[in-house]
């Protein structure tokens, strides 16, 4: 979508700022070799394993992200769960 | 007992060898005793830009080799008699010294100055590896575009894997005024991305070209911001607190600075 925002009268993003983002996948590649398609894989064996213990936890719902906190390399994924029904697990 | 300090990229024409001319030449102005090494074997060029490349008769290799002793390679400073060159050879390649050998080499450096800097060659192969060897402290030289801190990121996780400690960072070629409209990483970004401390902010200026034609270290340059950045820089190294450069591209900040030292912009 942002495509055709900026495509039809929206402002392009400043090139300092596409920098800093492509650096940042880069960066995480280059220290982890962690691709975007292994991030996936990633996602999806975590759900596989924690579906072992909550119910409804979907792949496509978790957000795996790299952060950078007290000079650390932190790993931070978000999984959304939902409470189930009774009776339905 | 001298700090052995390493100057290194990972990418090629960042500033390094400027860098370590400038650096050796502020602490030596400050009155420190400080031999500068040109580790880059088969590229020397420490030389012509501190405008020494007349004076060379032996070079790193004769002394490692034994055609020399280590005080007859050392070439003294034009003005400062505190400041000595070893040069590269120019001949050779970059076998020609060990990890080993340098380390023997700063030994014998340390006793008789305060500090010695080491200027590394590009990559991350041997001549890299030989620049590091003996050192005490990495310092990383980047400019503030994508593939020179895609390069710096590297040497950082080679440096610490060398059990160096974290690097300290340079950024170098900083344009305020690109930053301000947001088509240059700011220092801020940079830091971000390799998460190590800052040493200095060099912004990007024409009389670096001027000095390093005339041989001359841009710190001699009362005009130059470039110079004065390094000359802080030094300062830092020296274990003074020195505040960075404001280069916020606001109006009336470079004039304010320039004007204190005697300068307009036109």
């Known amino acids: 979508m942002s495509f055709f925002r900026e495509f039809f009268g929206g402002r392009r993003e400043r090139s300092a700022e596409t920098a800093k983002k492509r650096l940042m996948m880069v960066l995480v590649d280059d220290r982890y070799k962690l691709t975007p398609e292994l991030i996936e894989q990633m996602k999806v064996e975590l759900a596989e394993v924690l579906s072992r213990y909550l119910p409804h936890v979907d792949a496509d719902q978790i957000e795996v992200s790299l952060l950078h906190e007290d000079d650390n390399d932190r790993l931070h994924a978000q999984i959304p769960l939902k409470r189930g029904q009774q009776g339905d697990v | 007992m001298a700090r052995a300090i390493t100057i290194t990229s990972g990418k090629g024409g960042v500033g390094k060898t400027t860098t370590t001319a400038n650096l050796g030449t502020a602490l030596a102005m400050r009155g420190a005793r400080v031999a500068v090494i040109d580790a880059d074997i088969g590229l020397?060029?420490?030389?012509?830009?501190?405008?020494?490349?007349?004076?060379?008769?032996?070079?790193?290799?004769?002394?490692?080799e034994g055609r020399c002793r280590l005080r007859q390679a050392l070439i003294k400073d034009k003005r400062l008699p505190e400041l000595c060159l070893l040069p590269a050879a120019q001949t050779r390649d970059k076998d020609a010294v060990s990890p080993d050998q340098m380390i023997d080499l700063l030994a014998q450096l340390r006793s008789d100055f305060d500090f010695v800097l080491i200027d590394s060659p590009?990559?991350?192969?041997?001549?890299?590896?030989?620049?590091?060897?003996?050192?005490?402290?990495?310092?990383?030289?980047?400019?503030?575009?994508?593939?020179?801190?895609?390069?710096?990121d590297r040497i950082v996780g080679l440096v610490e894997a060398a059990e160096k400690?974290?690097?300290?960072?340079?950024?170098?070629?900083?344009?305020?005024?690109?930053?301000?409209?947001?088509?240059?990483?700011?220092?801020?970004?940079?830091?971000?991305?390799?998460?190590?401390?800052?040493?200095?902010?060099?912004?990007?200026?024409?009389?670096?070209?001027?000095?390093?034609?005339?041989?001359?270290?841009?710190?001699?340059?009362?005009?130059?911001?470039?110079?004065?950045?390094?000359?802080?820089?030094?300062?830092?190294?020296?274990?003074?607190?020195?505040?960075?450069?404001?280069?916020?591209?606001?109006?009336?900040?470079?004039?304010?600075?320039?004007?204190?030292?005697?300068?307009?912009?036109?």
């Open chain 2, 122 to 152: 590009a990559g991350i192969e041997g001549g890299f590896r030989n620049a590091i060897a003996g050192a005490d402290e990495v310092v990383i030289v980047t400019t503030p575009e994508v593939s020179a801190v895609r390069d710096a």
């Open chain 2, 44 to 64: 020397r060029n420490l030389d012509v830009v501190m405008g020494l490349e007349n004076r060379i008769v032996y070079d790193i290799v004769d002394v490692v």
């Open chain 2, 165 to 266: 400690g974290t690097p300290r960072l340079i950024v170098n070629r900083i344009k305020p005024r690109l930053v301000s409209r947001g088509e240059m990483l700011s220092v801020e970004d940079v830091l971000e991305l390799l998460a190590i401390d800052l040493l200095g902010i060099v912004p990007d200026d024409e009389t670096i070209v001027t000095s390093t034609n005339r041989g001359e270290a841009a710190v001699y340059d009362q005009t130059s911001l470039a110079g004065r950045a390094f000359l802080n820089i030094g300062r830092r190294l020296n274990g003074e607190t020195v505040p960075f450069l404001d280069l916020t591209d606001q109006p009336g900040v470079l004039d304010r600075f320039l004007g204190m030292f005697g300068r307009r912009r036109s």
